[in-house]
């Protein structure tokens, strides 16, 4: 990503930031609220047009080659967007569809999905009937319907217990040891800490710090008190 820009009418919200996540890396995008992280998730997602700048996903520009770049991204938002009268199946299903997939390999992929993040007990239920926890698990499990490459997480442990936060975790460490490239922003601090290897700090729409995860604390500071330094007004 380079120089980009989002400005909403005249506010600008993400003021020509540049940066580089490498492919297989487990990426921390940080800041506090109103920061520009979820214009910045969305813009690379190819949800909402920027207004300067340019994206590259894997090398396909994500304007002048969306469909490819698009289809290499999995998202998983902040606010879910689910059909509330699906199954939690056909939510999978109906998800590979909107990338051109259908057929019997999309149904293996989902029921392997649902198994995956447990909630096969629950594949025939509508949405609207599952519990939050079972909701950020459907949401991850829905990025990764297309088998995308790169896997963004917009506060994925949000409102979860901490056994789920944990499973989280752990799925999320398996699925970047399988290749997966991890894309997170999270207010968990811990969470970032503990997961990801390089992290980049945004505040009001500017990278303030971009580092691997063991130089920002190697003053042996926690990385709370380095966020803290770091935004703080
Ligand atoms: P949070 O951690 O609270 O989710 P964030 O870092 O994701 O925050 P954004 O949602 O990207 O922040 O918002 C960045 C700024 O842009 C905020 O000041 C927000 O009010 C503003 N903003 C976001 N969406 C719009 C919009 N559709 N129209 C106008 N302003 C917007």
Not at 127 to 137: A, E, H, L, M, V
Request: net charge positive; aromatic share 8%.
């Amino acid at each position: 990503m380079e120089r980009l820009v989002k400005c909403y009418g005249t506010f600008t919200a993400v003021d020509g930031i540049s940066l580089q996540v490498r492919e297989g890396e487990f990426f921390g995008f940080l800041g506090p609220n109103g920061a520009g992280k979820t214009t910045t998730i969305n813009a690379i997602a190819g949800l909402a047009h920027k207004s300067g700048g340019r994206i590259a996903v894997f090398g396909h520009d994500n304007e002048r080659d969306w469909r490819r770049a698009r289809r290499l991204v999995g998202l998983s938002p902040q606010e879910y967007n689910f059909d509330r009268y699906l199954s939690l199946r056909d939510v999978l299903i109906f998800a590979a569809g909107y990338y051109g997939a259908r057929g019997k390999a999309v149904a293996e992929r989902a029921d392997m999905l649902l198994d995956r993040f447990g909630l096969t007990p629950h594949a025939h239920r509508e949405y609207t009937r599952i519990s939050g926890g079972q909701k950020r698990r459907l949401s991850l499990a829905r990025a990764l319907i297309h088998e995308p490459r790169l896997l963004i997480l917009d506060e994925p442990t949000a409102g979860v217990d901490v056994e789920l936060r944990l499973e989280l975790w752990q799925w999320l460490r398996e699925l970047n040891r399988e290749g997966l490239t991890i894309f997170l922003t999270t207010h968990y601090l811990e969470e970032a800490e503990k997961l990801c290897r390089r992290i980049a700090i945004i505040r009001g729409g500017k990278i303030v710090t971009e580092k691997p995860t063991e130089e920002l604390l190697a003053a042996g500071e926690s990385l709370q008190d380095v966020f803290l330094e770091l935004t703080r007004n």
